[in-house]
Nanobody
Framework: QLQASGGGLVQAGGSLRLSCAASGRTFSSYGMGWFRQAPEKEREFVAAINWSGTTYYADSVKGRFTISRDNAKNTVYLQMNSLKPEDTAVYYC????????????????WGQGTQVTVSS
């Protein structure tokens, strides 16, 4: 199971840190991804981190967002800085064995989502 948290309302230019806590003893073997979905838009890739620590970012968040993981805590984080109104969406974390990808349909497990709202 995945439990996402940390969303909220923030002004443009502000920061938020999302967390995704995973249950189970094999977290370190999984690639983790963050995706987001705004109203009436398709789910889109945000960031991902492999089991080995290699990271990937969407061009729209590169330089502003940082994904990281703490295997001792079974948690993946998404640090979001310099937030923009267009970052407003429900953010989902997802898990896939070994290698993370940018394709949401390739993930096996999903968290419930956390709302991020950025006001202008």
């Amino acid at each position: 199971q995945l439990q996402a948290s940390g969303g909220g309302l923030v002004q443009a230019g502000g920061s938020l840190r999302l967390s995704c806590a995973a249950s189970g003893r094999t977290f370190s073997s999984y690639g983790m991804g963050w995706f987001r979905q705004a109203p009436e838009k398709e789910r889109e890739f945000v960031a991902a981190i492999n089991w080995s620590g290699t990271t990937y970012y969407a061009d729209s968040v590169k330089g502003r967002f940082t994904i990281s993981r703490d295997n001792a805590k079974n948690t993946v984080y998404l640090q979001m800085n310099s937030l923009k109104p267009e970052d407003t969406a429900v953010y989902y974390c997802a898990a896939r064995f070994r290698f993370a990808t940018m394709v949401w349909s390739q993930y096996e497990y999903w968290g419930q989502g956390t709302q991020v709202t950025v006001s202008s």
